[in-house]
């Protein structure tokens, strides 16, 4: 069976973005406190200097003795706060969030100081042996346990073969995080997140947008009326087969074809 060859696809090279003023945005919801949520763009996944902003994430907001918590959660400023580093293949985002306490007040504007105050800190403090080597440990083992099920070991085998075309990179990614050392993460520090704008996001309880960061100076797009895209006029690929389906196979020949052709499916989606 002979099939036309479609076109080749060159893929597209990722690129990195950033902003650079802060766009505040913010809408209201059926909650009981406000919450405030801070996201610096920096990479895209399995970039050069995505473990070292993972290991910044970890040591500035995860955990008890991080200093998000120190300065939000332990001084009463907020009930609920912490940092994250979610990667996507073609972006990832350094995010920082807080609920206020209201014994202490709700309004988002003071919890953004205080994070604003506390990146200052870390700048100013830089990275301990104890927060590398605890949060090198804590990703290690992660890793592990992530791997404890089918569903983690298929879905980390099935991400790795999507995104770098290998299945096997567990140990690598783990070698990764054991290399970034105290001089990356202030290196990806001062390159993605000091000075650069972020998209700082207010959400209030219906009724009380007086707890808002700042006044919105960003508007969403109206996703109700997307843009017209130009038509584009590309012919019908006609197939064009040898297959005699005039006549009936025997039993024999359809069962050795069906097996080939199982064959050559498992050897594509492997790549054997």
């Not at 036309?4 to 696809?9: D, K, L």
């Not at 830089?126 to 879905?155: A, P, R, W």
């Not at 895209?229 to 359809?254: C, E, W, Y």
């Amino acid at each position: 069976m002979v099939y036309n060859q479609a076109q080749a696809v060159s893929p597209i090279p990722k690129s990195l973005t950033s902003l650079t003023e802060n766009r505040y945005y913010s809408f209201s919801d059926n909650v009981s406190l406000p919450l405030l949520y801070i996201s610096y763009p920096t990479v895209y996944g399995m970039h050069e200097d995505e473990a070292a902003l993972d290991v910044f994430s970890n040591v500035i907001g995860n955990g008890p003795t991080s200093l998000l918590y120190k300065n939000l959660v332990k001084s009463g400023v907020a009930v609920q706060a912490g940092a994250s580093h979610p990667c996507k293949e073609l972006a990832c985002q350094m995010s920082f969030f807080a609920l206020p306490n209201p014994q202490q007040g709700m309004a988002l504007a003071k919890i953004e100081q205080v994070i604003n105050d506390t990146l200052l800190e870390f700048e100013a403090r830089g990275v301990n042996d104890d927060d590398l080597l605890k949060t090198k440990v804590s990703i290690e083992t992660d890793t592990i346990y992530g791997l404890q099920s089918v569903s983690g070991k298929v879905s980390t085998l099935a991400h790795y073969e999507t995104v770098l075309g290998n299945a096997d990179y567990t140990s690598q990614q783990v070698g990764r995080y054991k290399k970034v050392t105290k001089a990356d993460v202030m290196r990806v520090y001062q390159k993605y997140i000091k000075g650069k704008g972020a998209a700082i996001l207010s959400i209030y309880p219906n009724g009380q947008k007086q707890y808002i960061a700042k006044v919105d100076n960003f508007t969403l797009p109206d996703v109700n009326t997307p843009p017209q895209l130009a038509q584009l006029h590309t012919p019908i690929m006609k197939n064009v087969s040898t297959f005699d389906r005039s006549s009936t196979p025997t039993g024999q020949t359809h069962r050795w074809k069906c097996q080939l052709y199982g064959v050559a499916a498992f050897k594509m989606v492997y790549k054997l």
